[in-house]
């Protein structure tokens, strides 16, 4: 087993070193970058912002906490965000590399621990590591590249101007060279310059942004095996734990016997933990946990244990009769969340009324690495290793848990197996906390596949109601959306059932179709699990319906699907917040609309682009078809085209074309990964994703009965990216994709058989 790092014996001042990969080397021959050379417009900076005002702890451009520079001319940067297959741990330091003018192949990379005061925020979700990020990134190169130049000239005893700074060499007017580590030590004893004073790049001189040949810094040791996940982290004198929690979300055990767990060969002790529930943030579910020498004792002991539960308040909580709760709901008026125009007297005059409801259970994550956490707790601190996507959160958590001082705990963040969401949530982190304080040693606790879908935080379930008024003309006039769904605010506060403006503004409350009357309403929801984030978040269940519903509208008006799309977009227009209706509390993804607008037009050449990449409208045999959604979120807009087959009777996709506008394209290399992860997930939620309640108690287990598209049914993606410059913002990438998958699946399939389906999971047989 891979040594990792001993436990600190007091409060530490490392950095956490993953392993390093040789890394390809790039073209050699580029133009001279000279210090006085670069002509970015001097507003550029300005006008690109980092859109992280409702971050905690914002952004930090600090050279001096993010780069080093050895003798041997080794350039260390400190990646502050998570690596889940995003590839943010390669991108922001891949942009500082730019920028700075190093050389890849001469760069080291180091994961930060959780602290945010001092790297900025480190939530690696929301899609906004590259978005918030990546103009702090070029500052903090181009701080080095001018502090390398600035101390150089001292040397030289010439004007800064006539140094030159490209890949890793330093040169001087009258054929100076010399390289980064020779001028290391007195660089970062310059001045940190002000942004007024760097020569950025042009966007023609970037050598890597943009460029899309920049792999991720551990793919090598990923597919070797090598990479440091949290379950590969060993210490010495290790247990290991898995814990039995209560079925039901804010249930207890009334008594437990482990009498046969401690007969199993190698378990230790058994401890039980303190109980969480709804409204307590990430705190620990409880339940009764089993240490162990091993894993597979720990395990065993916990089958052996004869554990009472009380169920509380939610053991009566089923899906099926809460569904048609929801429904109900969904058929009266909700609370509005945007009125634009006269809804009523569109419907009043209306020829024709369509009406329909769409529906979609809860969702688990199932990253493949399902959580684990080490811990280890001495009278100096706490130290923990996670695959955690928040360890600010997971170390200020687990302090408050533990009544200690978050200086005195340190979470070292390993590499991620997927995360989705479920991993910015620390109770895992916390439960080997706490083990670890009570036995007095190293602890890991582990969650098996059957822990991760049974005690998740899971994405919510909804129900959507959309009625469209039709005038005589066969248009569009009013349109009336009721959403009601259990709100991830349950997971923070006392339930009111209401939503937050977050969830309204993912593609409720933002629909930017071009009509007249537009009303959109919430329903009361009360939530009876936690509810967390899931990648796209509400997104989901909004595109979902809506994406369905224009595929029901095109049947009901003998329309072409992708005509009816376009009509409803409209022209090509900026949407005006206050024409439209839209809440003065309007969540747009924390950006200001100024600077992030709802652009029509790019939604519509995102549908474009999708269906001519896959040769929509051409003659298919019977039993296929071609479906298309699009849907704008996190600030980028992406279209879908899923060909649907039938084959003996299965609902199979060979085929999806995904079109993404992002704005500005920093590593076309990760967007193409991020686009082909969003489609398979999507087509998982499409077809198999269904977490179901009974009395409480999740019913599904594991990949048998909550199942993931496998290697007979995966599609091959093709992805299209809208082409853009530097100064059009660069948006997310890492969420957007999924949410027009399920909806483009669902109008394939009505194309290949005349069948709709409107509740989610659909299921895979035809």
């Given amino acids: 087993m891979l040594k990792y790092l001993e436990p600190m014996t007091e409060p530490p001042n490392r950095e956490v070193h993953l392993a390093k990969v040789t890394r390809r080397g790039f073209l050699g021959t580029a133009g001279v970058f000279a210090l006085a050379a670069y002509a970015m417009p001097a507003d550029a900076f300005e006008t690109y912002p980092t859109g992280a005002t409702e971050m905690p702890h914002g952004v930090v451009d600090d050279p001096l906490v993010f780069v080093s520079i050895d003798a041997d001319g080794t350039v260390t940067l400190v990646a502050h965000r998570s690596e889940m297959g995003t590839g943010s741990r390669t991108s922001i ?15 080291r990379i180091v994961q930060a621990p959780g602290d945010e005061p001092k790297y900025g925020n480190q939530d690696t979700d929301g899609s906004r590591s590259m978005r918030h990020h990546i103009q702090a990134a070029r500052k903090i190169g181009g701080s080095v590249r001018t502090m390398l130049a600035r101390a150089a000239a001292a040397e030289w005893g010439v004007d800064p101007a006539e140094v030159t700074v490209e890949m890793h060499e330093i040169r001087g ?54 990479a440091v996940y949290g379950a590969d982290v060993v210490l010495d004198g290790m247990k290991f734990a898995v814990v039995a929690r209560p079925p039901v979300v804010g249930g207890r055990a009334t008594s437990h016997d482990a009498t046969e767990t401690l007969a199993v060969p190698g378990v230790e002790s058994v401890h039980e933990l303190p109980y969480g529930g709804l409204a307590m943030k990430f705190a620990p579910l409880g339940g009764i946990a089993v240490v162990a020498s091993n894993t597979w004792a720990a395990i065993e002991g916990r089958r052996k244990l004869k554990v009472e539960w009380a169920a509380g308040e939610h053991g009566s909580y089923t899906s099926g009769p809460y569904m048609d709760e929801m429904i109900a ?15 009523d007297s569109a419907f009043a005059n209306a020829a024709k009324r369509v009406v329909r409801t769409y529906t979609q259970a809860h969702i688990a994550h199932i990253p493949m690495e399902p959580p684990a956490a080490i811990a280890s707790y001495t009278p100096q601190g706490l130290e ?34 997927g995360g989705f969401g479920r991993k910015s949530k620390g109770d895992f982190v916390t ?17 098996t596949r059957e822990d991760d879908v049974k005690h998740s935080f899971y994405h919510t379930i909804s129900a959507e109601r959309i009625e469209a008024a039709i005038n005589a003309d066969g248009r569009v006039t009013g349109w009336l959306h009721r959403s009601v769904a259990p709100s991830i605010l349950s997971t923070f506060a006392p339930d009111n059932g209401t939503p937050m403006p977050l969830e309204q503004g993912m ?23 936690r509810i967390g984030w899931f990648r796209a978040v509400s997104n989901l269940p909004h595109a979902w319906a809506i994406g369905s519903f224009v595929g029901d509208l095109a049947q009901e008006l003998g329309k072409d699907q992708k005509q009816m799309w376009l009509d409803l977009i409209g022209a090509p227009r900026t949407l005006d917040p206050k024409a439209a209706g839209l809440p003065d509390d309007f969540w747009n993804y924390g950006e200001p609309m100024a600077e992030f607008p709802i652009e029509t037009g790019r939604l519509a050449h995102v549908l474009n682009v999708a269906a001519d990449g896959i040769g929509y409208g051409k003659d298919l045999p019977e039993g296929e078809g071609i479906g298309l959604a699009v849907h704008r979120s996190f600030v980028s807009y992406v279209a879908c085209a899923a060909h649907v ?14 079109a993404i506008d992002c704005g500005f394209c920093a590593n076309p290399e990760r967007v193409k990964s991020q686009m082909e992860g969003a489609a398979v997930m999507g087509m998982t939620n499409a077809l198999h994703s269904g977490i179901t309640f009974e009395n409480g108690a999740v019913v599904e287990s594991n990949f048998h009965d909550y199942d993931v598209v496998r290697s007979d049914n995966y599609p091959d993606v093709v992805t299209h990216i809208v082409p853009h410059p530097f100064e059009v913002h660069a948006t997310g990438v890492g969420e957007p994709g999924a949410p027009p998958v399920a909806p483009a699946i669902a109008n394939g ?6 069948e709709r389906r409107r509740a989610l999971p659909m299921g895979t047989q035809a």
Avoid at 329 to 343: C, I, K, L, N, Y
Avoid at 389 to 413: F, G, H, I, M
Avoid at 510 to 520: G, K, L, T, Y
Wanted: with cysteine; net charge negative; glycine share 8%.
């Fill in 93 to 107: 330091p891949m942009v500082m590399a730019d920028e700075m003018e190093a050389d890849w192949d001469r760069v």
């Fill in 173 to 226: 007017p009258a054929g100076q060279t010399a390289g980064f580590g020779d001028f290391a030590e007195a660089a970062m004893a310059q001045p940190v310059p002000a942004h007024d004073e760097i020569a950025y790049k042009t966007e023609d001189q970037f050598r890597y942004i943009g460029k899309g040949e920049v792999q991720i810094t551990d793919l090598h040791d990923i597919t070797t095996g090598a």
């Fill in 329 to 343: 709901t969904s058929e009266a008026p909700g609370m509005p969340a945007r009125d634009q125009g006269d809804v």
């Fill in 384 to 417: 923990i290793w996670a695959p955690v996507q928040s360890p600010y959160t997971a170390r200020t958590d687990t302090a408050a848990a533990l009544d200690l001082d978050p200086e005195k705990v340190r979470v070292n963040v390993t590499l991620l197996g």
């Fill in 431 to 447: 439960e080997a906390a706490l083990l670890s304080r009570e036995v007095g040693a190293p602890v890991r606790v582990q969650w």
């Fill in 507 to 529: 593609g409720l409350t933002d629909v930017p179709f071009d009509i007249a009357n537009i009303r959109c309403e919430s329903g009361k929801a009360f939530a009876h699990t």
């Fill in 645 to 658: 087959k039938i084959v003996d009777g299965r609902i199979t996709v060979p085929q999806m074309h995904m």
């Fill in 749 to 754: 399939l009505f194309v290949a058989t005349g």
